[in-house]
């Protein structure tokens, strides 16, 4: 299928290696990997051969969210968002869209931030799970009220958010000792960013924003086949337990959030995401570098589904919510 716009898709720069620790990861495979994140035209050859028409690229994890220092965090932002509308962006518009890059580490300043991205032609932010504050492991998570300000720019722009993982904290990675291979996109990542995904849908957000929306990579992280069992079990939990959502948890999945097939080439597991949230609310995307655009890109454009739905999640339902066809 040509004309797909994958929207997990990752960048790094030379003046900030953002990738962090993969002491977990084969030396050689990441070797690959770092080098392909600082590169765009063999990236665009790539595109080329496998169909893909537009990628939206984001500043790979933890990116901006793992810098401690808040004032530092802003200056970063501000200039990896300015080096990605330069260096990309600006060069190839028809090929290259971005996610901003913002700073929660201070929401009032990543919400400045991500007006003044979009106004450059960004399409919404990328956000890699929680923020350090002051040490690696203080989190701030996308529920807590400080973050208000932000969540109430991204509704007053009418652009997405991207929830997309990274590793757990340091002082909550006791049950990997001895399993490090499942901290990262193994299993860690799913785990950390379908409870954070959770925690956004149990807090009240979308009763207070109800148009906002927010995509998560990988299928949903696992929450199609999860999420039917929690919302379940929490009719027996005591309401002040979990929350001041006013909605079963699976209506705001069907309706705040978008699902990518970023990483997952298993089309089971695609029928069931379609079954529960239907075809369009999910999106394409192969998450390169970390896998080969050709190896989800032959799956997806051979998997059982019907023409319809493969143009709805290969094109159709990318350029609605990215307005690419006004």
């Known amino acids: 299928m040509n004309g797909k716009i994958a929207l997990e898709e990752h960048w790094e720069s030379p003046d900030f290696p953002a990738t962090g620790s993969h002491n977990f990861t084969d030396d050689e495979y990441f070797?690959?990997?770092?080098?392909?994140?600082?590169?765009?035209?063999?990236?665009?050859?790539?595109?080329?051969?496998?169909?893909?028409?537009?990628?939206?690229?984001s500043l790979t994890q933890p990116g901006i969210e793992g810098i401690t220092d808040p004032d530092r965090a802003v200056k970063l932002a501000k200039q990896m968002n300015d080096h990605a509308a330069e260096f990309f962006v600006s060069k190839h518009p028809d090929r290259f869209k971005a996610f901003a890059a913002v700073p929660l580490q201070d929401p009032e300043e990543a919400a400045k931030e991500l007006e003044r991205a979009v106004k450059l032609g960004f399409v919404g932010a990328l956000v890699n799970g929680y923020s350090n504050i002051g040490d690696e492991n203080t989190a701030q998570y996308l529920d807590e009220p400080q973050v208000r300000p932000f969540w109430e720019k991204a509704a007053q722009l009418q652009v997405p958010v991207y929830l997309h993982p990274r590793i757990p904290l340091p002082h909550q990675q006791r049950i990997y000792e001895g399993y490090e291979g499942l901290l990262g996109s193994a299993w860690g990542f799913g785990f950390e960013t379908a409870t954070h995904a959770i925690r956004l849908m149990l807090s009240g957000l979308f009763d207070e924003y109800p148009d906002l929306t927010v995509i998560l990579g990988h299928l949903g992280e696992g929450l199609p086949f999860t999420l039917p069992r929690v919302e379940h079990r929490l009719r027996h939990q005591r309401p002040e337990t979990h929350g001041s959502h006013k909605k079963a948890p699976t209506e705001y999945l069907r309706k705040n959030f978008y699902l990518t097939t970023s990483g997952v080439f298993r089309t089971q597991a695609l029928i069931d995401t379609l079954l529960e949230v239907g075809s369009d609310r999910i999106l394409f995307s192969v998450d390169y570098p970390y896998e080969t655009m050709e190896e989800i890109s032959s799956w997806f454009d051979q998997c059982p589904i019907s023409e319809t739905d493969r143009y709805k999640i290969g094109t159709e339902n990318a350029s609605k919510l990215f307005q690419f066809n006004r």
């Open 31 to 57: 070797s690959a990997v770092q080098k392909r994140l600082q590169e765009f035209e063999k990236r665009i050859e790539d595109m080329d051969r496998n169909g893909i028409q537009t990628s939206i690229l």
